[in-house]
């Protein structure tokens, strides 16, 4: 079993930066993946960007780059999303996931089905 604590959300003013975390604890060494996902009121949950256990590779929706990026420090079990330049339609419950990529994971990353631990989301507020 795996493990993971998001935190870091809040209210923030359009234009503003956040940084959430994702500690993951417990078989960390069962998982090479970790991906961001959101979920805004009424809407279903979609994939934000994910990161490989080495942090060699990332995937990213078109959508999102330039203003998010992901990073993780191995040592810390800890997985970051830096968002920039936040709109409020970025306002949502952010979740990270965990799993371990297959042979299908490269041609779609945002498959939840990929996930097999999550996190209890934290919530993103971006003022207008």
């Known amino acids: 079993q795996v493990q993971l604590v998001e935190s870091g959300g809040g209210l923030v003013q359009a234009g503003g930066s956040l940084r959430l975390s994702c500690a993951a604890s417990g078989r960390t060494d069962s998982t090479d993946v970790v991906g961001w996902f959101r979920q805004a009121p009424g809407k279903e949950r979609e994939f934000v960007l994910a990161?490989?256990?080495?942090?060699?590779?990332?995937y990213y929706p078109g959508s999102f780059k330039g203003r998010f990026t992901i990073s993780r420090d191995n040592a810390k079990n800890t997985v970051y999303l830096q968002m920039d330049s936040l709109k409020p339609e970025d306002t949502a419950v952010y979740y990270c996931?965990?799993?371990?990529?297959?042979?299908?994971?490269?041609?779609?990353?945002?498959?939840?089905?990929?996930?097999?631990?999550w996190g209890q989301g934290t919530q993103v507020t971006v003022s207008s």
């Open positions: 990161i490989s256990q080495s942090g060699g590779a990332t």
């Open positions: 996931a965990s799993g371990r990529r297959s042979s299908t994971y490269y041609s779609s990353p945002g498959d939840e089905r990929h996930y097999d631990y």
